[in-house]
């Protein structure tokens, strides 16, 4: 075992968790299907995995009341449905009251290019062709034909709380929508009361319609991370692949924390309150597009009877502590895998730097420096085990060469050489073993993290959540810019090879030279931040090694 097989591990680990995250994501371009488009009219039935692998079946249905036609008339005023701003120190809301739907959502602190010019971060990426967020449907009344009267175009507040109130009346409802907003966060309280004012027993289930795209960032890691629709009920989290809905519908069961539209750094989520919604309809429309209902169970409603349905909504950034202070379990969106023990503090050390330094580059290399302290011992007893390994390779090679028709002998009589000399032939290995969790830790923090996105380091990386490129006139063929820091990444790391001591055979040692290269290619379209984290971790490394080597002359 030696530094060869060492960095073929990590080659292989990265490419496992590459591969893992290409093939099972479920990302990529979906087809138009059939839509579901009133799911309180007709049966819904899809197999779905259930709690500890049961088998559930999916059935919405509701049998829609007759009416008189006078009964069945909207209550409609003659004037063109306003459109009411919602204006926070977090975003600016546009509300219409055609369907007392969103149309517009705007964050304040986050726009949608890193250009200076660049418009806030639009959370509403649909035309209204298929309907906006927040359409409302109970029974036959259909969410294209309710006006909401909402009294006027502007919200109030009083301290740092407004409220909404938005108005409908048709098909026998009465349906009263109350929105509550806050200056300081970004969740959102929707209360929607259906009272029964017709003179007989109405039944429906009640349904919350999303029409949105999921908010897919550009660059080529953004194709590694899942966008789209996502769920967490019974203490899992459910990213939906669009082969699961592009063709038929998928109808889910069960009472769920959140449903969301998903992407590397934003979230358009929905929380139910319990009873509001006991199960999720999803089909696709246009290329990327995701409907996405919350129903409820079969309600009846005698005459004057009202019934109330409960939602907390969340449109922002997927910081975890701004999920965290949300609850109901919506920080499980920012998933981190199986490093996820290791990714929190890891970023939670990110964010602490950042308070000191104002400066998200120099926390990266901050962080970089605090771990490699931390394994700085067991990487030093690494290296002096693989140059006792080096001191070795000429009695290994004759003992080779004398028992080179004997390989049982041959094996004994190296592990008496290893136990003269008290040399640990995995004491080299095992250390750089022990830091791939770490890296892969990082490697998905600086990944996925919203702090870095648009976060400027220094000189010509102003992004370090995209791939650095300096633009001197000169554009690089399939590259554009020249990607200086990870040209300097891979000479650092051509330079720790030939510094570090290694036991190989000539043709070992060749194939070991060629990994900066692979690792340059690799990494020249990765974000500038993890390529910054790798480039000041062989840094580290060569000056360890050079320690190293200075003691052992001494």
């Avoid at 990529?28 to 009133?38: F, R, T």
């Avoid at 009341?65 to 409609?76: D, F, P």
């Avoid at 294209?144 to 502007?154: C, I, K, L, P, Q």
């Avoid at 090879?497 to 190989?504: D, E, L, N, R, V």
Wanted: glycine fraction near 8%.
């Amino acid at each position: 075992m030696d530094m060869y097989r060492t960095f073929l591990a990590i080659i292989l680990s990265f490419v496992i968790l590459i591969g893992y995250q290409y093939f099972f994501v479920g990302f990529g371009p979906v087809e138009d299907s059939a839509q579901n488009n009133d799911v309180q009219t007709e049966a819904a039935t899809v197999e779905t995995a259930g709690r500890e692998g049961r088998t559930e079946i999916a059935a919405v249905t509701a049998e829609p009341t007759v009416l008189s036609e006078a009964a069945r008339n909207m209550a409609r005023p003659d004037r063109a449905p306003r459109t009411v701003i919602v204006e926070t120190d977090f975003y600016t809301a546009s509300l219409s009251e055609d369907g007392g739907t969103i149309q517009s959502f705007v964050l304040r602190d986050y726009k949608e290019t890193s250009d200076e010019n660049s418009p806030g971060m639009q959370m509403v990426k649909v035309d209204g062709s298929e309907g906006f967020p927040l359409e409302f449907s109970w029974g036959s009344l259909a969410p294209a034909e309710t006006f909401y009267d909402a009294g006027g175009s502007v919200v109030s507040f009083r301290g740092d709380i407004g409220h909404l109130t938005m108005k409908a009346q048709g098909n026998g409802l009465e349906i009263i929508r109350d929105f509550t907003f806050s200056q300081d966060s970004y969740l959102i309280g929707l209360n929607i009361s259906v009272r029964n004012i017709s003179g007989g027993i109405l039944q429906g289930v009640a349904a919350l319609h999303q029409s949105n795209t999921p908010f897919r960032e550009t660059g080529l890691e953004s194709q590694f991370l899942f966008s789209g629709p996502a769920y967490f009920m019974d203490e899992s989290l459910t990213e939906v692949g669009s082969d699961n809905y592009e063709k038929v519908p998928l109808t889910v069961n069960g009472q769920m924390d959140w449903v969301a539209y998903e992407g590397t750094y934003f979230i358009s989520s929905f929380l139910p309150k319990e009873g509001s919604a006991t199960s999720l309809t999803m089909s696709s429309f246009g290329e990327e597009g995701v409907k996405m209902q919350l129903n409820s169970t079969l309600d009846t409603l005698h005459p004057g009877e009202t019934k109330v349905y409960s939602y907390d909504l969340f449109l922002g950034p997927k910081r975890l502590d701004i999920l965290k202070s949300v609850g109901s379990n919506l920080h499980k969106s920012v998933n981190f895998g199986w490093f996820d023990v290791i990714a929190q503090p890891t970023l939670f050390l990110l964010n602490f730097f950042y308070g000191i330094v104002n400066n998200y580059g120099i926390a990266i290399i901050l962080v970089t420096i605090l771990f490699k302290a931390i394994f700085w011992p067991i990487t030093q007893k690494g290296l002096k085990s693989m140059k006792n390994m080096q001191k070795l390779q000429p009695k290994m090679v004759k003992l080779k060469e004398k028992y080179k028709g004997d390989p049982a002998k041959m094996n004994q009589e190296v592990m008496n050489l290893y136990k003269t000399y008290k040399v640990n032939p995995l004491g080299g290995c095992m250390p750089m073993v022990l830091q791939i969790p770490v890296f892969f830790a990082l490697y998905k923090v600086l990944l996925m993290c919203i702090e870095l996105r648009h976060a400027p380091f220094m000189l010509w990386i102003t992004d370090l959540s995209a791939p650095d490129r300096l633009f001197v006139g000169l554009n690089l063929p399939y590259v554009g810019g020249i990607p200086v820091l990870t040209l300097l990444m891979g000479a650092s790391m051509f330079l720790q090879q030939k510094m570090t001591p290694t036991t190989a055979d000539p043709t070992q040692a060749k194939i070991m030279m060629f990994l900066p290269v692979l690792f340059t290619f690799l990494f020249i379209n990765f974000a500038s931040g993890l390529v910054l984290y790798w480039f000041v971790n062989n840094l580290l490394a060569i000056l360890q090694q050079y320690l190293l080597n200075r003691q052992s002359k001494a």
